[in-house]
């Protein structure tokens, strides 16, 4: 079993690498956006940069068009699967035969991917066009990346938030993206998932079990975000909770 294992992920591999090359020799042409190509206002974006922010936010739509294209293209997700499938014929192979595999390449665009997810997020509302982009992002292989396309649904942090205007229908597909995101090794990303979750008080049922749960989280940073979702959600529950807590 454990060869025939080894033979898939190895084929797997190979159909990876040859994935990647395709991908480098028919991969779209960088257009121009305002009078530079489209790669030279990625390359100068910046980290939690207000100025920014409001830069972007008078490019409209075309300039979201241009940082989901950006997001898309950093993305590689070739590259992340050929990490996996490495990871894995690790704990399969003899360990003299993993050498002799390619090692995977770094994540190099983690960093591109982090600027152009913060400042989607800071657009937020006015980003609408990108979320399917940033529902793709919930599930980044980099957890600081997926902590912060949370944000992009929650920004502002009030009833207002873009989670709390979305359709019924749309709002309640994500449901199941942020009660996943409770059980992600990274604290942040709980605490950004406990945060989106104050906003399904009409999915109660499903909801503050998680909260609950979340009330026992080793991070006391996410049970504080946790017990202020329930406390919006079910007070009662909340309460009962505090008390069997003391």
């Not at 912060?148 to 009030?158: K, L, P, S, V, W």
């Not at 990274?186 to 406990?194: F, I, L, P």
């Not at 499903?206 to 017990?227: F, T, Y």
């Amino acid at each position: 079993m454990k060869s025939l294992k080894a033979i898939l992920l190895i084929g797997l591999i190979l159909l990876l690498g040859g994935g990647s090359i395709a991908w480098l020799v028919i991969r779209p042409r960088d257009r121009m956006f305002r009078g530079k190509p489209e790669r030279y206002w990625i390359e100068h974006l910046s980290y939690r940069d207000e100025e920014q922010v409001s830069q972007w936010r008078e490019y409209g739509p075309d300039g979201v068009r241009v940082l989901v294209k950006a997001l898309d293209g950093a993305n590689r997700p070739m590259d992340r699967l050929y990490r996996r499938a490495y990871r894995n014929l690790g704990r399969i192979l003899p360990g003299r035969l993993v050498p002799l595999l390619p090692a995977p390449r770094m994540d190099l665009t983690r960093g591109t991917r982090m600027n152009v997810v913060d400042l989607l997020s800071r657009l937020s509302k006015d980003a609408k066009l990108a979320t399917p982009a940033m529902v793709r992002a919930l599930h980044d292989e980099a957890p600081s990346v997926r902590q912060i396309a949370i944000t992009f649904f929650t920004e502002g942090e009030d009833e207002n938030c873009l989670l709390n205007q979305m359709e019924p229908r749309a709002k309640r597909a994500l449901l199941p993206e942020f009660v996943r995101a409770m059980q992600d090794a990274d604290w942040g990303v709980r605490n950004n998932a406990a945060v989106a979750l104050r906003y399904y008080r009409e999915q109660a049922q499903i909801v503050v079990p998680v909260l609950l749960k979340a009330l026992q989280d080793p991070e006391a940073r996410v049970r504080r975000v946790a017990a202020v979702a329930l406390r919006s959600i079910d007070p009662a529950a909340a309460a009962k909770a505090g008390g069997e807590m003391k």
